[in-house]
Nanobody, 128 residues
Framework: QVRLVESGGGLVQPGGSLRLSCSAS????????IGWFRQAPGKEREGVSC???????????AYTDSVKGRFTISRDDAKKTVYLQMNSLKPEDTAIYYC??????????????????WGQGTQVTVST
């Protein structure tokens, strides 16, 4: 059974940092592109970042414009974990963050890729 579990969320002041983790079980993580999504109250879910599957020397990554230069996605397939390092956090980053395996062409990923297996989400709140 495929299972994704997000962790690392919490309350942080504006300008602060958090690192989210997406831990996977029941699958060979390296075979999957992974995406991070978020949903704020009253808003639609949006793709935040993604990273391609393993198998080449470089990964393809993508970020939504509002987080470019502040968020960094990475993966450690040996630990079956994908990370989202979030720096310079803003109140508008407040949302529930989810990770998901993606339907993506090999060695690519996109923020519009369909998520297949989802975690339960972790709350990120940026506030004073």
């Amino acid at each position: 059974q495929v299972r994704l579990v997000e962790s690392g969320g919490g309350l942080v002041q504006p300008g602060g940092s958090l690192r989210l983790s997406c831990s996977a079980s029941g699958l060979i993580l390296g075979n999957y592109a992974i995406g991070w999504f978020r949903q704020a109250p009253g808003k639609e879910r949006e793709g935040v970042s993604c990273i391609s599957r393993s198998g080449r020397s470089d990964y393809m990554t993508a970020y939504t414009d509002s987080v470019k230069g502040r968020f960094t996605i990475s993966r450690d397939d040996a630990k079956k974990t994908v990370y989202l390092q979030m720096n310079s956090l803003k109140p508008e980053d407040t949302a529930i963050y989810y990770c998901a395996t993606l339907l993506a062409s090999p060695w690519t990923c996109g923020l519009r890729n369909v998520g297949v297996n989802w975690g339960q989400g972790t709350q990120v709140t940026v506030s004073t």
